[in-house]
């Protein structure tokens, strides 16, 4: 039975105790539940019955969480934020692989036994063609991307853990045909099917993160997706590095053998890990969201006024509101090309297109592009595992960055250096110096592009993603972004082997100049479409989404909040104003005067983000007029009018 279903049966369960006709049910495809659309009234009358024992606790809720520090949270919620931690460590065997398959190319073992076995390593041993390292390296890719569309399904259907566990088993066994592989084409399809698993990976760990950590510390863990990315690409390295002079086979089979380390200490690990109480409410297994709940906090350390029924009535109104919004429909792929959906869809895609639309290519192929630079095979592998430790720095910088300054504002900085980066690389090579020099120049200009990677779009992008989608659209929307990520890696596995081989367009470092107009589109692209996320609740990013409200308006827009409404004082021209014109009623315990009280990431740095926790019901049917001038507008956070 489709996910709609049993949302939908959640809803109904409290009003008049029936249980959903199974004949009425929507079937259940790769994409998803199919969407029937419910008649607003039908909507209306499902959750009336509970909703107003809901709102009180649901407003509560967000008020306490709201409230909370960085460090109480993480004290209250390190079960949810362990749990989270160690699942997402999946992401390090990706990143492990995919520097092992570009050291490859550049491992004279490796190309003798794959293309020229009659020669000698004493000799200059071939290249590898560049279509066949093109192939090698978008294989994992597309399997990637098979991987991401399957995994949507599968959440939806088996839930987060059932589908993690399955994944791990799964790539343990495709290890098997890389590590045995006797040709190209074996070793590529090995790597194409070890690709399922990690597109599983590379959007459930994401996914999860943001479902079982609290709004105040959302953004950091979502960020550890990209340390794990990192660590992964480290260890790879320095694995290479040790084997650099090895001439035997085993400087292929260990780099390969070592992936078996991984799987089997997170498998055991995930057998603890909690069920994502969205998606249990989705279900409508309320009772299991509430067990999950309990187990995601440290009741001895939560924050005073938290309490289970209110994050739960916070679950269910927050799903509740996003059928409402969108008609009733459903939650498959192509419910996130609808309503307003399909705005959060083509942000969250082209946030995580920008990651590979910036250069990072020139990262994942630095092993390659710094010999063909000049470099020794062991200066060229210290340059690597320096410029992940820079990429390790990094994220950690933008962690301190994250706490003081707005996804959006770290996104643009980061764009912005990273075109300045590259026009400098550029210029140095083609402007004639010795080549040895270039060589030098532009692999520490590398370095100094990963730094700044690592301190802005690499780690933000997760958490803007994560933040972006709704809550039942959620696991769809950000498979669909990462397709997009996975799409445009396989355009920069075809042109980067071209622009770096000897044998093609031998194009070296001038390759930055080719990243440095894509870089100048995403600057463009993020400064009109990309918003702030930062310091709301799941709730608020519905309300600004389906109100329209502009990309660079959102953090400044006051949003109502679980059920209450404003109306703006005569010639207001934002909800902002009304407050000041009528001099606003109670922030919470009803006081007067004043504007409501804002949000954050618990930080007293922080900036202030407009909301509104609690307004008086009074004049609730008062002044329905539609006046162009001094319009009174009439919010209504669950559901508008």
């Known amino acids: 039975m489709g996910a709609f279903t049993n949302a939908a049966g959640c809803l109904t369960g409290g009003a008049n105790n029936e249980k959903p006709n199974p004949s009425d049910a ?101 290249e590898i063609p560049a279509s066949w390292q093109s192939a090698i390296v978008i294989g994992p890719t597309v399997g990637q991307i098979a991987g991401v569309l399957l995994s ?55 996914n999860y993160a943001s479902d079982v950590c609290p709004t105040p510390i959302r953004a950091y863990v979502t960020a550890w997706s990209n340390v794990c990315w990192i660590i992964g690409q480290c260890l790879g390295a320095v694995t290479q590095r040790a084997l650099v002079s090895n001439k035997t086979m085993l400087s292929i089979q260990i780099p390969l053998g070592l992936q078996w380390v991984f799987p089997l200490p997170i498998f055991i690990f995930s057998l603890w890990a909690q069920e994502s109480p969205w998606w249990l409410v989705r279900k409508g297994r309320t009772d299991e969201a509430r067990k999950v709940l309990t187990k995601l906090v440290s009741q001895s350390r939560a924050p005073e006024g938290y309490s289970i029924d209110g994050q739960l009535a916070m679950i269910q109104l927050t799903n509740a509101d996003e059928l409402r919004e969108t008609n009733g429909t459903g939650t498959g792929y192509l419910d996130c090309f609808r309503g307003v959906n399909r705005r959060r869809t083509e942000i969250s895609t082209f946030t995580w297109v920008i990651q590979n639309a910036s250069g990072s290519a020139l990262m994942q192929w630095s092993p390659y592009f710094f010999q063909r630079a000049g470099m020794s095979p062991d200066q060229s592998w210290n340059f690597v595992i320096v410029q992940y430790v820079l990429g390790l720095v990094g994220t950690v910088i933008s962690w301190c960055l994250l706490s003081r300054f707005g996804r959006r504002t770290i996104e643009l900085w980061g764009l912005g250096l990273l075109t300045l980066v590259l026009a400098t690389c550029g210029i140095i090579a083609s402007v004639g110096l010795n080549p040895e020099i270039v060589g030098w120049l532009s692999g520490s200009l590398l370095l100094l592009y990963t730094l700044v990677y690592g301190c802005s779009i690499g ?86 989404f389906a109100e329209g409200i502009s990309a660079r308006k959102f953090a400044s827009t006051v949003v109502p909040r679980f059920g209450d409404e404003r109306k703006g004082g005569e010639g207001a021209s934002s909800p902002v104003e009304g407050w000041e014109k009528k001099g606003a009623g109670g922030v919470g315990d009803g006081e007067a005067g004043g504007l409501p009280r804002t949000g954050s990431l618990g930080s007293s740095n922080a900036p202030r983000v407009a909301t509104v926790e609690s307004v008086d019901g009074d004049g609730a049917e008062e002044h329905p007029g539609e006046e162009a001038e001094g319009k009174k507008r009439r919010f209504w956070f669950w559901g508008r009018k």
Do not use: H
Request: proline share 5%; with cysteine.
């Open 459 to 544: 780690p933000v992008t997760y958490a803007l993603v994560s933040e972006l989608s709704s809550t039942r659209t959620k696991s769809k929307t950000i498979n669909i972004a990462r397709m997009g990520y996975n799409a445009f890696g396989v355009f920069n596995c075809i042109v980067t082997p071209y622009q770096l081989n000897p044998t093609a367009l031998n194009w070296g470092m001038k390759t930055a100049w080719f990243w440095v107009v894509f870089c100048v589109v995403c600057f463009v692209y993020a400064f009109f479409r990309i918003p702030e996320p930062r310091g709301r609740t799941y709730a608020e990013m519905d309300w600004l």
């Open 26 to 126: 929507p079937l259940t495809t790769l994409f998803g539940p199919d969407s029937t659309v419910i008649p607003a009234e039908t909507l209306r009358a499902q959750d009336a019955a509970e909703r107003e024992e809901r709102v009180p606790l649901a407003r509560q809720a967000t008020a306490v969480e709201k409230e909370m520090s960085t460090w109480t949270c993480v004290r209250a919620f390190w079960p949810a934020v362990l749990q989270a931690i160690i699942l997402s460590c999946a992401c390090i065997m990706e990143g492990f692989d995919l520097v092992l398959i570009t050291g490859f190319l550049t491992n004279p073992v490796f190309r003798r036994r794959f293309q020229c076995p009659d020669m000698s390593l004493d000799e200059k041993v071939c």
């Open 152 to 206: 949507g399904w599968l959440v939806e259907k088996f839930g987060y853990k059932r589908t993690f566990m399955a994944s791990l088993v799964a790539l343990s066994g495709f290890i098997f045909i890389v590590f045995f592989a006797s040709s190209l084409t074996m070793f590529l399809v090995g790597l194409l099917l070890c690709g399922l698993p990690w597109g599983v990976f590379q959007t459930l760990t994401t």
